[in-house]
């Protein structure tokens, strides 16, 4: 696990929110967790898609999923149940900036 990457508690709160994503020509959901890691890893440090770190992935797949995700409204079902939990102080910001990415960015 990377720095910043979630913990195994963080992760048993989100999983259950996240779409399975078999069934789908893509990844089986069993990287859902680690392209999770790759997002927030962009949004957190504000690098373009192309420049995230190879340990997450090919930087377009997880794009693709990030996007589907948005579309699905997945962010917004995270930061409602982060609220819920009260930990949305870091949680918020990263969600938030979702929209301000501009596709494929870099």
């Not at 680690?34 to 090919?58: A, I, S």
């Not at 797949?61 to 409602?80: H, K, M, N, P």
């Not at 149940?81 to 501009?102: C, N, S, Y």
Request: some cysteine.
């Amino acid at each position: 696990m990377a720095r910043g990457d979630l913990t195994d508690e963080e992760w048993d709160v989100i999983e259950g929110l996240l779409p399975s994503e078999r069934g789908r020509k893509s990844r089986p959901a069993h990287d859902n967790r680690r392209f999770l890691n790759g997002m927030l890893h962009v949004l957190r440090v504000g690098c373009p898609w192309r420049d995230m770190h190879e340990r997450y992935g090919k930087w377009n797949s997880i794009y693709v999923r990030f996007r589907r995700w948005a579309e699905q409204g997945v962010w917004d079902a995270i930061l409602a149940t982060l609220v819920e939990f009260g930990q949305t102080d870091d949680w918020q910001h990263i969600v938030e900036r979702r929209a301000k990415l501009t596709p494929l960015a870099g």
